[in-house]
């Protein structure tokens, strides 16, 4: 399984980005992915989550500012994040657990800069 997220970039606080994070390969052993954060000197956080169904969650402060969706039939699970705060600077990668061997596959992080 290959994870290819983009849409990172720079932004002033209260602005918006939509992350996407296309995945392709043996698909059939992924249902459930997730988006993930770092900032620098910081550990990895798990940010949202979503099911194969669609059902979502999320953690610590993007809720109510973050959504996370997914198009099936695209193949790509989305970030969408609004009225960012230079707290949300950081590096994000999508995450999709693997059902058979239960490791995990990691894209390859996007930047998202909020400047204040």
């Known amino acids: 399984v290959q994870l290819q997220a983009s849409g990172g970039g720079l932004v002033q606080a209260g602005g918006s980005l939509r992350l996407s994070c296309a995945y392709s390969g043996s698909i059939f052993s992924i249902n459930d992915m997730g988006w993930y954060r770092q900032a620098p000197g910081k550990q990895r956080e798990l940010v949202a989550t979503i099911t194969g169904g669609g059902r979502t969650n999320y953690f610590g402060s993007v809720k109510g500012r973050f959504t996370i969706s997914r198009d099936n039939a695209k193949n790509t699970v989305y970030l969408q994040m609004n009225n960012l705060k230079p707290e949300d600077t950081a590096v994000y990668y999508c995450?999709?657990?693997?059902?058979?061997?239960?490791?995990?596959?990691w894209g390859q992080g996007t930047q998202v800069t909020v400047s204040s």
């Open positions: 995450n999709a657990p693997d059902l058979i061997t239960r490791g995990a596959y």
